[in-house]
């Protein structure tokens, strides 16, 4: 059974890091090239795509978080990273990781679209207090 599982999440004030964790189970066949994703959503507001990682290494990121966040995986650990630096109480929401098993889009339309994705995880926890 497919599996996404997210940790790392947690409290931290403005300005420090965290890192997140989505390690994948029951869909590791071919991990590698697999387009996969950070979304975050805080209340009420939608889920929003955050980064996104091609299997050639190609990556998007969101304007609100470029240059702060990165984007990562390790193949032999069928794991996704989101190191997130300098963060921002605007930063705080929910986190979710997602597959899906084929690659990204050439290029999003505006944002990472939740609809491609066809596994998720269930979300971790950010807060980031000022």
């Known amino acids: 059974q497919a599996q996404l599982v997210e940790s790392g999440g947690g409290s931290v004030q403005a300005g420090g890091s965290l890192r997140l964790s989505c390690a994948a189970s029951?869909?590791?066949?071919?991990?590698?090239?697999?387009?996969l994703g950070w979304f975050r959503q805080a209340p009420g507001k939608e889920r929003e795509g955050v980064a996104t990682?091609?299997?050639?290494?190609?990556?998007y990121y969101a304007d609100s978080v470029k240059a702060r966040f990165t984007i990562s995986r390790d193949n032999a650990k069928n794991t996704l990273y989101l190191q997130m630096n300098s963060l921002k109480p605007e930063d705080t929401a929910v986190y979710y990781c997602?597959?899906?098993?084929?690659?990204?889009?050439?290029?999003?339309?505006?944002?990472?679209?939740?609809?491609?994705?066809?596994?998720w995880g269930q979300g971790t926890q950010v807060t980031v207090s000022s």
């Open positions: 990682l091609d299997r050639d290494g190609s990556t």
């Open positions: 997602a597959a899906r098993t084929l690659r990204c889009p050439m290029r999003w339309v505006s944002a990472p679209s939740r609809a491609y994705f066809e596994y």
């Open positions: 029951g869909i590791t066949y071919g991990y590698n090239y697999y387009c």
